[in-house]
């Protein structure tokens, strides 16, 4: 019950709508966006530079792969059909409460970029989020300066809109 109440604290507006409820074993946050007016290759480098920064809120943690300690793999020689980069990063909270991982599946262009991003909590018992998987993919995506489109999600739904008479 501790860790519960503590874990629905965790996330500082904005972009804390979005709660999961343990959809992954434990709360998770998975979206398809679209972008139109981006390549695969400049989605993949605009997200490198950016995490190997830090991200837009300096607590982000860029994973290295096997095919390079700096950053996101290049699919593309093995999946040419299907998948161009892969990559992974760690968010630390604001709050500098809890780690979560992200990873990013960058698919082959279609003809633009469209991206599986995907933040689960690295806390087991993180059943209610309070948004925080959510945030750490929109607050990433925002940071882009770049139009995109939500397609799909998963774990993360959006607020019922209010019913209008």
Not at 22 to 47: E, R, T, W
Not at 93 to 103: G, H, I, M, R, S
């Amino acid at each position: 019950m501790w860790a519960l109440l503590i874990a629905s604290a965790a996330c500082t507006p904005p972009d804390c709508d979005r709660p999961d409820y343990g959809s992954c074993g434990v709360a998770c946050c998975k979206l398809l966006v679209h972008f139109p007016n981006l390549s695969s290759v400049a989605l993949m480098q605009k997200l490198n530079t950016s995490l190997a920064m830090g991200g837009p809120d300096a607590h982000f943690t860029l994973k290295p792969t096997a095919e390079s300690p700096y950053g996101f793999g290049d699919l593309r020689p093995y999946h040419p059909d299907a998948a161009s980069f892969i990559g992974q990063a760690w968010h630390l909270t604001e709050k500098a409460t809890y780690n979560d991982t992200l990873n990013f599946l960058i698919l082959k262009d279609s003809p633009n970029a469209t991206m599986r991003a995907f933040s689960i909590s690295q806390i087991g018992g993180a059943y209610g989020d309070d948004g925080q998987n959510y945030k750490n993919i929109a607050v990433l995506l925002k940071s882009l300066n770049e139009s995109y489109t939500e397609l799909e999600h998963q774990g993360c739904d959006p607020a019922p809109k209010a019913h209008q008479m």
